[in-house]
């Protein structure tokens, strides 16, 4: 049976059509869906006929939270949800003082291979539908009892690796009948696949690109990411070029501070003069330590150093605050230690 939450509303509408039914009803089931995450039975507004029709041919699939932690310090929430076929991912609300912002997966696992990220140790189980990444925003609004204004696509998994479905995913949560957030309010973040940039700057969409970069040389990102073997700096820089043409979008490169490894002053001279007349913002991400790995964080000074430097080329820097960091709330390692236990 289909899972209603992984068609876009004129699919849907076109269902009912199809079986003698009026188009309008398509964005009232979609909006109890979407914002009261309810059944079809729970449905005030729908005749009954109609949804028992639905109950044949659909069902809606929304994840069960499994565990749920809260950080003391901060408020920052971590969902564990487990999907329908079992499969355990993982989800963070932090709360700013601007709103509730949400982190999610958009795969299960990841096989891009970056040395110093937990998702990817045991490489990518599959890749999650447009429906299953929505209702990780839908579970988490119903959890917290607030809307949620903000999403970045940071959790598990490389979004770009799954194109169509992450595509389908921000065109429907974007909707205003439904959950209604804003692109400009959506930031996606890849490890840097050239031809899906070049096609998502050709979406027409307001969302913000961040680019995690990590380091400003091939060589030196060929020893962390993988991804660096197959496409340059120079060509990722050139397919950003062509993104903020497109949009007149600001990109964000992310970067993760790592002790030894690309947190000199060096390093941040080398990339201050790769970035310069960029229309950029780099965030730079002291390293969360991952037990699986020896990648250890820079220090409170080099990192400051770092970002002193970076600013002193011109290149617009902020430090990425750290949040939940009582609950394992990073990069995959919640769900690794579910698993582990679970073994
Ligand atoms: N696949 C996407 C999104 C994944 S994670 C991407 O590569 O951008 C979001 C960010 O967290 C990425 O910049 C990623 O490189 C970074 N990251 C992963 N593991 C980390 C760790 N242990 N410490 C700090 N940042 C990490």
Same mark, same amino acid.
């Given at each position: 049976?289909?899972?209603?939450?992984?068609?876009?509303?004129?699919?849907?509408?076109?269902?009912?059509?199809?079986?003698?039914?009026?188009?309008?009803?398509?964005?009232?089931?979609?909006?109890?869906?979407?914002?009261?995450?309810?059944?079809?039975?729970?449905?005030?507004?729908?005749?009954?006929?109609?949804?028992?029709?639905?109950?044949?041919?659909?069902?809606?699939?929304?994840?069960?939270?499994?565990? /749920?932690? +809260?950080?003391?310090?901060?408020?920052?929430?971590?969902? *564990?949800? $487990?999907?329908? !076929?079992?499969?355990?991912? #993982?989800?963070?609300?932090?709360?700013?003082?601007?709103?509730?912002?949400?982190?999610?997966?958009?795969?299960?696992?990841?096989?891009?291979?970056?040395?110093?990220?937990?998702?990817?140790?045991?490489?990518?189980?599959?890749?999650?539908?447009?429906?299953?990444?929505?209702?990780?925003?839908?579970?988490?609004?119903?959890?917290?009892?607030?809307?949620?204004?903000?999403?970045?696509?940071?959790?598990?998994?490389?979004?770009?690796?799954?194109?169509?479905?992450?595509?389908?995913?921000?065109?429907?949560?974007?909707?205003?009948?439904?959950?209604?957030?804003?692109?400009?309010?959506?930031?996606?973040?890849?490890?840097?696949?050239?031809?899906?940039?070049?096609?998502? /700057?050709? +979406?027409?969409?307001?969302?913000?690109?961040?680019?995690? *970069?990590? $380091?400003?040389? !091939?060589?030196?990102?060929? #020893?962390?990411?993988?991804?660096?073997?197959?496409?340059?700096?120079?060509?990722?820089?050139?397919?950003?070029?062509?993104?903020?043409?497109?949009?007149?979008?600001?990109?964000?490169?992310?970067?993760?501070?790592?002790?030894?490894?690309?947190?000199?002053?060096?390093?941040?001279?080398?990339?201050?003069?790769?970035?310069?007349?960029?229309?950029?913002?780099?965030?730079?991400?002291?390293?969360?330590?991952?037990?699986?790995?020896?990648?250890?964080?820079?220090?409170?000074?080099?990192?400051?150093?770092?970002?002193?430097?970076?600013?002193?080329?011109?290149?617009?820097?902020?430090?990425?605050?750290?949040?939940?960091?009582?609950?394992?709330?990073?990069?995959?390692?919640?769900?690794?230690?579910?698993?582990?236990?679970?073994?």
């Amino acid at each position: 049976m289909k899972n209603i939450l992984d068609l876009t509303l004129e699919e849907f509408t076109e269902w009912l059509k199809a079986n003698g039914e009026s188009g309008f009803r398509g964005k009232q089931v979609f909006s109890w869906i979407y914002k009261e995450v309810c059944n079809f039975d729970e449905m005030k507004n729908i005749p009954k006929t109609l949804k028992e029709k639905l109950k044949e041919n659909f069902k809606i699939s929304i994840p069960k939270i499994v565990e /749920a932690y +809260e950080s003391k310090l901060d408020g920052t929430i971590k969902l *564990l949800l $487990a999907l329908e !076929d079992g499969n355990i991912i #993982e989800t963070v609300i932090m709360k700013y003082k601007h709103g509730n912002s949400i982190c999610v997966s958009t795969q299960i696992g990841c096989r891009m291979g970056c040395k110093f990220c937990a998702s990817t140790i045991d490489g990518r189980v599959r890749n999650m539908s447009s429906g299953e990444i929505l209702s990780e925003v839908m579970v988490a609004q119903k959890y917290i009892g607030e809307r949620i204004s903000n999403i970045v696509l940071m959790g598990s998994g490389e979004p770009l690796d799954n194109y169509d479905n992450v595509i389908k995913f921000l065109r429907e949560v974007n909707a205003e009948y439904g959950l209604n957030i804003g692109q400009r309010h959506i930031t996606l973040s890849t490890c840097g696949l050239v031809p899906e940039i070049y096609k998502l /700057a050709d +979406e027409d969409m307001q969302v913000t690109l961040a680019i995690s *970069l990590h $380091a400003f040389s !091939d060589e030196k990102r060929k #020893e962390i990411m993988p991804i660096a073997n197959k496409y340059s700096i120079k060509e990722i820089l050139d397919a950003c070029d062509y993104f903020i043409n497109k949009t007149k979008r600001r990109i964000t490169f992310e970067y993760s501070l790592v002790k030894d490894v690309n947190d000199s002053k060096e390093d941040s001279k080398s990339l201050g003069k790769l970035l310069k007349g960029i229309l950029c913002h780099v965030n730079l991400i002291p390293v969360n330590e991952v037990k699986e790995n020896s990648f250890k964080r820079s220090s409170a000074k080099a990192i400051e150093v770092f970002a002193e430097t970076l600013k002193g080329c011109g290149v617009e820097t902020t430090v990425r605050r750290e949040m939940g960091s009582d609950i394992d709330s990073a990069c995959g390692q919640l769900r690794r230690s579910y698993l582990k236990s679970q073994d």
